[in-house]
């Protein structure tokens, strides 16, 4: 058996049991004193703590695949995992908890330092500062907008687990190295214990540092594929939550009283408000995940980087938007079609009000 299997399969296994035994033992010891420290009642310090141990632990036993465009530093990995347990830890202070953003975006602007010189986002599109910057602002707003997926239990782990899933399929399929794939699994695996504790009824949550930390990881994994010329496949596999977050953030700058908090705005949280039951809306932001991590996987053989992340942004708001009608009869896609498109264009109109008046 080749021993590269051996190292992977050992590291992952580790890594899962040592998770799942340490969620099991807060989970045991929610009342215990000892466990009101930042670190040790947080949830996010396993997570960290186990994925980093795997991932520094991949990185040195793995032998050297020379399968990468550009050769990942172990200061590269250091750099994010220290940029977002620092964030995290700060952010656990009330003042400083109000400008975390600030944080999240100093820490992204670090880690794009580190980049590759010959790597460029838009291919040379835009200046390279403006590129660097670009990425910097992209990366803090994934980053901090992570917290608007835990207004209900199992969404962050169904949301973080199935497109780190399909960047394992990329290591496979040759599209991404294997040691960014072998990092991605650590990750998966370890949310997937998670899942356990916070799948409805939920014993176990991130704080909300804790899940825009999550959120400042999965975006670096998502920037070790993003460098070797897998950018539209990140995007795809990101789309539920790049397009739950938007069209949230539509609705409150509508300015009507009803939409001024984000999270009731999102799609997973108005269908638990109309019955149904949070295990059932993970599951089915599952199968909506899961198919997009098909799409993704196929479009490193797709002719452009955009058609099928264009029909997966159809296929997310006609699912979304279908899953909250749950107890509507069933409709023709024509109908739910105009639906989709009339409640855009009304949120259009109520941004445009909104801006005249002010000017």
């Keep these: 058996m080749n021993l590269t299997f051996l190292i992977i399969a050992a590291v992952l296994l580790c890594c899962f049991f040592a998770a799942y035994l340490w969620f099991a033992v807060i989970n045991r010891r929610l009342n215990d004193i000892s466990f009101g420290s930042p670190f040790f009642g947080n949830v996010f310090f396993p997570v960290w703590l186990v994925a980093f141990a795997g991932c520094t632990a991949l990185y040195f036993l793995l032998p050297e695949q020379n ?18 347990a620092a964030v995290c830890l700060l952010s656990l202070h009330a003042r400083i908890a109000r400008w975390n953003y600030a944080l999240f975006l100093a820490a992204a602007i670090l880690n794009t330092l580190l980049l590759p010189q010959g790597f460029m986002l838009f291919e040379g599109t835009l200046p390279f500062w403006l590129d660097r910057l670009t990425i910097a602002l992209i990366w803090s707003l994934f980053a901090w907008a992570y917290k608007y997926l835990d207004g209900l239990e199992g969404i962050v782990a169904v949301q973080t687990v199935t497109p780190l899933c399909g960047m394992v399929i990329l290591a496979f399929l040759g599209a991404i190295p294997i040691l960014t794939g072998c990092f991605s699994a650590v990750f998966a695996l370890i949310m997937t214990a998670y899942a356990v504790y916070n799948w409805y009824p939920a014993q176990l949550r991130l704080t909300t540092s804790g899940c825009q930390a999550l959120g400042f990881l999965t975006a670096w994994l998502f920037m070790l594929a993003t460098r070797e010329g897998s950018a539209s496949c990140a995007l795809i596999f990101s789309l539920y939550y790049i397009v739950e977050v938007i069209w949230a953030g539509l609705k409150k700058l509508s300015r009507k009283p009803q939409y001024q908090e984000i999270v009731p705005n999102t799609f997973y949280y108005q269908t638990n408000l109309s019955g149904l039951s949070p295990d059932i809306i993970s ?77």
């Design 283 to 359: 599951e089915n932001i599952f199968k909506l995940d899961a198919l997009l991590v098909i799409f993704g996987c196929f479009q490193i053989y797709a002719p452009n980087s955009y058609s099928l992340a264009i029909l997966g942004v159809i296929l997310t708001f006609w699912f979304l938007n279908h899953l909250r009608n749950w107890q509507v009869a069933e409709r023709s896609l024509g109908e739910i079609n105009r639906e989709v498109v009339k409640d855009l264009k009304e949120n259009v109109e109520d941004i445009k009000k909104n801006l005249d008046k002010d000017i």
């Design 67 to 84: 399968d990468q465009l550009f050769d990942i530093s172990f200061l590269n990995v250091a750099a994010a995992f220290i940029s977002a």
